[in-house]
């Protein structure tokens, strides 16, 4: 945890006549920052993490950005030779597509807070022989991804999990080269209309989403409509 230490007068004793310095920790604006959703990803840190149950959960076609895969990797706009990052890539879905996508002279950076996803994704690409990819660890607060190092930004069905969503909105636009796209699925959370799930487990609903990222430096491109996608949508943004 980053943090400044600023030294400032802290207790005067005028008994004694003596002024004592004392070390004050202020915390930076990432740090102060409070979790929105505590505890949200704590079932993907389980070492036992059942990874069948998660790709029998995520790679159906009952699932809505399976089925329609093919049409969310065009919308997407990804071009042989770019370096895209899968923040929250899950089972990988995305990340095996985009690696097929960019070749040879394209990268792929599989992200994920889950080791035990990231080692499913590296045995999986080792099965199918993909070595245009990196697996990378990231934190709760950043997708620890080198400075201006990716074309495109994916987050699928994932921003509803950020738990500190300032935090890693400045680290996916730190990460993004200038003009690189952020493209983010989510699921409508319509009081009313979505499903229990939805309403208890998203967070917010687009609008908000899209002003968070929109506050965060991002400028919003184009709201993409899918025919596959009922319960969910996509924005694809700009890096300002």
Not at 167 to 179: F, G
Request: charged residues 25%; negative net charge; contains cysteine.
């Amino acid at each position: 945890m980053k943090r400044t230490l600023q030294f400032q007068l802290a207790i005067l004793l005028l008994a004694s006549g003596l002024i004592l310095l004392l070390p004050v920790v202020i915390l930076s604006g990432e740090d102060a920052e409070e979790s929105v959703r505590p505890g949200i990803n704590d079932r993907f840190l389980d070492p036992e993490l059942n990874i069948d149950e998660w790709i029998g959960r995520f790679e159906v076609e009952s699932r809505e950005v399976f089925a329609a895969r093919r049409e969310v990797l065009k919308a997407c706009g990804i071009k042989p030779g770019q370096r895209v990052a899968d923040v929250g890539a899950g089972t990988g879905l995305y990340t095996r597509l985009f690696a097929d996508a960019v070749g040879n002279d394209g990268w792929v950076y599989a992200v994920d807070i889950s080791p035990r996803f990231l080692e499913h994704i590296n045995g999986k690409m080792r099965e199918e022989n993909v070595t245009n990819y990196t697996s990378v660890l990231c934190s709760d607060r950043s997708v620890q991804l080198p400075p201006n190092s990716v074309d495109v930004v994916f987050i699928c069905d994932t921003y509803h999990h950020f738990e500190y969503p300032q935090s890693t909105l400045k680290s996916i636009h730190q990460a993004l080269k200038p003009d690189g796209t952020l493209s983010v699925i989510d699921f409508e959370r319509i009081p009313g209309k979505s499903r229990e799930f939805i309403l208890k487990h998203v967070r917010a609903g687009k609008e908000v989403f899209r002003g968070e990222i929109v506050d965060a430096g991002f400028q919003l491109i184009d709201d993409v409509t899918i025919p596959g996608l009922k319960e969910n949508y996509l924005l694809r943004f700009r890096r300002e």
